[in-house]
């Protein structure tokens, strides 16, 4: 048994995940990071409110409404926990708004980089922007003056809209007061200003300035008491009934249409708006005073990404870094049989983004053009509207090859994307499946059927992150490429299983949710609880994105009280509580933020000195383990596993720069430098892109 305690042995999701954002946001506070890179960071946050708003806080109200007096693994009611949530987030949001306006903006201009905002304008910017709006703005508005005639109008989810407070009567003598300007998604939000006109090597304006510099001439003859940007979050989660649908595909579209139509969960509004406005757009959604946000800047920060992307000031940015192509994939392509034969030497390693994307390409192009290629299997979950990837798999069905593509149509946010990757799949012979409905494929599995002497061989790539060639340069994540033919027959069966019907199958190296995954960690975890009773060395490490699981966590605990000795790398939520006396003294508990996004999972488990490493595509959360199809692997070559230890664990833990260390009450402090400053990600760029 837990020891007992006043205290919940769980922390709240959501308060874990705004603890995350802080961690991001101090990237952007500290001011050594590169000045675009602060900005960049900012905007990460607001991105990341945005789904944290459209996915996180649409449950907690929706809890409130079926179950409003159950109380939660962390102590709190639908309704306590909703309120702890919007004040930690509103104090989010202030630091965030204070850090854009009183610092990020006044340094990015004096450095030649400019929002050139109204009061700021020379008369010759004024006459630009007039211009500007005349000529590319203003016939792409359609003012609605409300009146029973003219209702409030449909929002689409975190569109850019404008209230316009009125006095005066119109032509046909009806009396203004309250009119609403949407501005179409097809305007651009920023517009770079001719240097000779700003006076700035880079000045910029926001279509927010243009539109309430020049919103008068929409309603000529009227007085504009005021004009005031907002904006509306709504619900964005995707409800499929899986016992009614027949095609999951044609089901999917179908809801996508109506997903920036649900319900209301937050309002931006402009920091100058009128109380009396704001409680107007507060009840025309639902909404209450705590679910609205006054700001200072955008109300959609994140559009000054561009920004960071446009600019050509290299030393205000990272210093570009580029990956270098491991041995022996550096090899030309020529002669697809050498690439099979590397890896049938042995097992290969990549380490993303310290080391190149481009060989898992590679195999996908070798197996595309090698003529003893017979068929090819892939899962795909993200991979964006320009991938090589896809276009690799489009050209093999092209030539011939048997292609199978497990496409998940429900991965947030790349529905529409991977409907459409589906669909050009289809078009050139593909066998393209869905996967099983109510059970995400998350898995990141690549297949190659290889003709050899008469004989069928497989080779694999496994890997703990997406087939994303853009994200592969920001994200950590490893990927192994193996012709080891028991994980091999492994992955066609998991591909069996996912393509057609029958029992589960028995896999003899793989790991698979939501079959043995889960019950395998907790075993693991267990057995090194029994070796730490019978006074044997027992050590836990395991690094992860988010780690939330009940079952798991109660292992974790009752580990550490029987004396092993646990290291945890969580970098988002994480619902255990370290460091507690008698229930998790003998955990440690860090998040690393820094210039890429750690999202690799590695588990470690010393097992009496036999030392399992395994890699998988799944994090320690309910939603992994039972209601989506994941794997984990084991590395198996003693060489790799070194390297993976290393790479995940040693340095990971030996970093002083960019780690945080988290305390028994879910708050991470920032582990302080000892000694020589070690950070995680110049090392491994260091020792793996050299």
Same mark, same amino acid.
């Given at each position: 048994?837990?020891?007992?305690?006043?205290?919940?042995?769980?922390?709240?999701?959501?308060?874990?995940?705004?603890?995350?954002?802080?961690?991001?946001?101090?990237?952007?506070?500290?001011?050594?990071?590169?000045?675009?890179?602060?900005?960049?960071?900012?905007?990460?946050?607001?991105?990341?409110?945005?789904?944290?708003?459209?996915?996180?806080?649409?449950?907690?109200?929706?809890?409130?409404?079926?179950?409003?007096?159950?109380?939660?693994?962390?102590?709190?009611?639908?309704?306590?926990?909703?309120?702890?949530?919007?004040?930690?987030?509103?104090?989010?949001?202030?630091?965030?708004?204070?850090?854009?306006?009183?610092?990020?903006?006044?340094?990015?201009?004096?450095?030649?980089?400019?929002?050139?905002?109204?009061?700021?304008?020379?008369?010759?910017?004024?006459?630009?922007?007039?211009?500007?709006?005349?000529?590319?703005?203003?016939?792409?508005?359609?003012?609605?003056?409300?009146?029973?005639?003219?209702?409030?109008?449909?929002?689409?989810?975190?569109?850019?809209?404008?209230?316009?407070?009125?006095?005066?009567?119109?032509?046909?003598?009806?009396?203004?007061?309250?009119?609403?300007?949407?501005?179409?998604?097809?305007?651009?939000?920023?517009?770079?200003?001719? %240097?000779?006109? $700003?006076? /700035?090597?880079?000045?910029?304006?926001?279509? &927010?300035? *243009?539109?309430? !510099?020049?919103? +008068? #001439? =929409?309603?000529?003859?009227?007085?504009?008491?005021?004009?005031?940007?907002?904006?509306? %979050?709504?619900? $964005?989660? /995707?409800?499929?009934?899986?016992?009614?649908? &027949?095609? *999951?595909?044609? !089901?999917?579209? +179908? #809801? =996508?249409?109506?997903?920036?139509?649900?319900?209301?969960?937050?309002?931006?509004?402009?920091?100058?708006?009128?109380?009396?406005?704001?409680?107007?757009?507060?009840?025309?959604? *639902?909404?209450?005073?705590?679910?609205?946000?006054?700001?200072?800047?955008?109300?959609?920060?994140?559009?000054?990404?561009?920004?960071?992307?446009?600019?050509?000031?290299?030393?205000?940015?990272?210093?570009?870094?580029?990956?270098?192509?491991?041995?022996?994939?550096?090899?030309?392509?020529?002669?697809?049989?050498?690439?099979?034969?590397?890896?049938?030497?042995?097992?290969?390693?990549?380490?993303?983004?310290?080391?190149?994307?481009?060989?898992?390409?590679?195999?996908?192009?070798?197996?595309?053009?090698?003529?003893?290629?017979?068929?090819?299997?892939?899962?795909?979950?993200?991979?964006?509207?320009?991938?090589?990837?896809?276009?690799?798999?489009?050209?093999?069905?092209?030539?011939?090859?048997?292609?199978?593509?497990?496409?998940?149509?429900?991965?947030?946010?790349?529905?529409?994307?991977?409907?459409?990757?589906?669909?050009?799949?289809?078009?050139?012979?593909?066998?393209?499946?869905?996967?099983?409905?109510?059970?995400?494929?998350?898995?990141?599995?690549?297949?190659?059927?290889?003709?050899?002497?008469?004989?069928?061989?497989?080779?694999?790539?496994?890997?703990?992150?997406?087939?994303?060639?853009?994200?592969?340069?920001?994200?950590?994540?490893?990927?192994?490429?193996?012709?080891?033919?028991?994980?091999?027959?492994?992955?066609?069966?998991?591909?069996?299983?996912?393509?057609?019907?029958?029992?589960?199958?028995?896999?003899?190296?793989?790991?698979?949710?939501?079959?043995?995954?889960?019950?395998?960690?907790?075993?693991?975890?267990?057995?090194?609880?029994?070796?730490?009773?019978?006074?044997?060395?027992?050590?836990?490490?395991?690094?992860?994105?988010?780690?939330?699981?009940?079952?798991?966590?109660?292992?974790?605990?009752?580990?550490?009280?029987?004396?092993?000795?646990?290291?945890?790398?969580?970098?988002?939520?994480?619902?255990?509580?370290?460091?507690?006396?008698?229930?998790?003294?003998?955990?440690?508990?860090?998040?690393?933020?820094?210039?890429?996004?750690?999202?690799?999972?590695?588990?470690?488990?010393?097992?009496?000195?036999?030392?399992?490493?395994?890699?998988?595509?799944?994090?320690?959360?309910?939603?992994?383990?039972?209601?989506?199809?994941?794997?984990?692997?084991?590395?198996?070559?003693?060489?790799?596993?070194?390297?993976?230890?290393?790479?995940?664990?040693?340095?990971?833990?030996?970093?002083?720069?960019?780690?945080?260390?988290?305390?028994?009450?879910?708050?991470?402090?920032?582990?302080?430098?000892?000694?020589?400053?070690?950070?995680?990600?110049?090392?491994?760029?260091?020792?793996?892109?050299?």
């Amino acid at each position: 048994m837990l020891p007992s305690s006043s205290e919940p042995v769980l922390l709240n999701r959501e308060l874990s995940l705004l603890k995350f954002n802080e961690r991001v946001l101090a990237m952007a506070e500290h001011r050594d990071t590169p000045l675009l890179e602060r900005l960049r960071y900012l905007c990460i946050v607001s991105s990341n409110l945005d789904e944290f708003f459209e996915i996180r806080i649409s449950s907690l109200k929706e809890q409130q409404r079926q179950n409003p007096g159950q109380t939660g693994t962390d102590g709190y009611t639908p309704g306590e926990a909703f309120d702890r949530v919007q004040i930690a987030t509103h104090g989010l949001v202030d630091r965030q708004n204070s850090l854009l306006t009183h610092d990020v903006l006044p340094r990015l201009r004096d450095e030649g980089i400019a929002l050139l905002d109204p009061p700021c304008w020379s008369e010759e910017l004024r006459a630009w922007a007039h211009a500007t709006f005349e000529r590319e703005v203003m016939p792409m508005l359609t003012p609605i003056g409300l009146d029973p005639a003219h209702p409030f109008p449909r929002v689409y989810n975190k569109s850019l809209n404008f209230i316009v407070s009125l006095h005066g009567q119109d032509a046909f003598g009806r009396s203004a007061s309250i009119a609403i300007v949407q501005a179409p998604r097809a305007l651009p939000r920023v517009m770079k200003v001719p %240097t000779e006109v $700003s006076g /700035l090597p880079h000045g910029y304006m926001l279509l &927010t300035a *243009l539109i309430s !510099a020049f919103v +008068g #001439e =929409l309603f000529p003859g009227l007085d504009i008491k005021g004009c005031y940007q907002w904006r509306v %979050t709504r619900n $964005s989660d /995707l409800f499929v009934d899986e016992e009614e649908i &027949t095609n *999951l595909r044609q !089901a999917l579209q +179908g #809801e =996508l249409s109506q997903r920036n139509f649900g319900a209301a969960v937050r309002l931006e509004i402009d920091h100058a708006m009128p109380a009396a406005l704001a409680v107007f757009l507060q009840k025309e959604f *639902l909404l209450e005073p705590r679910d609205t946000y006054r700001v200072s800047g955008p109300v959609n920060l994140s559009r000054l990404m561009q920004l960071c992307n446009v600019v050509e000031r290299p030393e205000l940015l990272f210093p570009e870094y580029r990956p270098k192509i491991p041995p022996p994939f550096d090899m030309a392509l020529d002669n697809p049989v050498e690439l099979f034969g590397a890896i049938a030497e042995r097992d290969r390693l990549l380490h993303h983004p310290y080391q190149s994307f481009q060989p898992v390409l590679n195999f996908l192009t070798a197996a595309a053009l090698d003529p003893a290629v017979v068929a090819i299997k892939q899962t795909i979950y993200r991979t964006g509207e320009d991938s090589e990837l896809m276009r690799l798999l489009v050209a093999a069905a092209k030539a011939g090859k048997e292609v199978t593509v497990v496409v998940e149509l429900m991965a947030r946010f790349d529905e529409q994307t991977n409907i459409n990757w589906a669909a050009k799949l289809e078009e050139v012979g593909a066998h393209v499946s869905y996967g099983v409905v109510g059970h995400k494929t998350h898995a990141k599995m690549a297949l190659v059927l290889r003709r050899e002497n008469g004989h069928i061989r497989r080779y694999g790539h496994l890997g703990t992150g997406n087939y994303h060639p853009r994200t592969a340069r920001l994200y950590t994540d490893f990927g192994l490429l193996t012709a080891d033919q028991k994980l091999c027959v492994d992955m066609d069966k998991v591909f069996s299983l996912l393509t057609g019907l029958g029992a589960r199958r028995p896999l003899k190296l793989l790991l698979q949710s939501p079959f043995t995954l889960h019950e395998t960690m907790v075993a693991l975890i267990r057995n090194e609880a029994i070796n730490a009773k019978a006074g044997k060395k027992a050590r836990i490490m395991a690094k992860m994105n988010s780690l939330l699981e009940p079952i798991i966590i109660e292992a974790l605990y009752k580990a550490s009280q029987a004396g092993v000795r646990i290291d945890l790398i969580v970098r988002g939520a994480c619902a255990l509580r370290a460091g507690v006396a008698g229930l998790s003294e003998n955990i440690r508990l860090r998040s690393i933020i820094g210039q890429f996004l750690e999202h690799s999972r590695v588990f470690y488990f010393y097992n009496d000195g036999a030392e399992n490493v395994y890699l998988s595509s799944a994090d320690w959360m309910d939603r992994n383990f039972f209601r989506r199809v994941e794997i984990s692997f084991p590395v198996l070559d003693p060489a790799l596993k070194k390297r993976v230890i290393n790479e995940a664990f040693t340095y990971a833990l030996r970093d002083n720069q960019l780690a945080w260390r988290a305390l028994p009450d879910g708050t991470y402090v920032k582990v302080r430098g000892r000694g020589k400053p070690f950070n995680l990600h110049h090392h491994l760029m260091r020792q793996l892109g050299s």
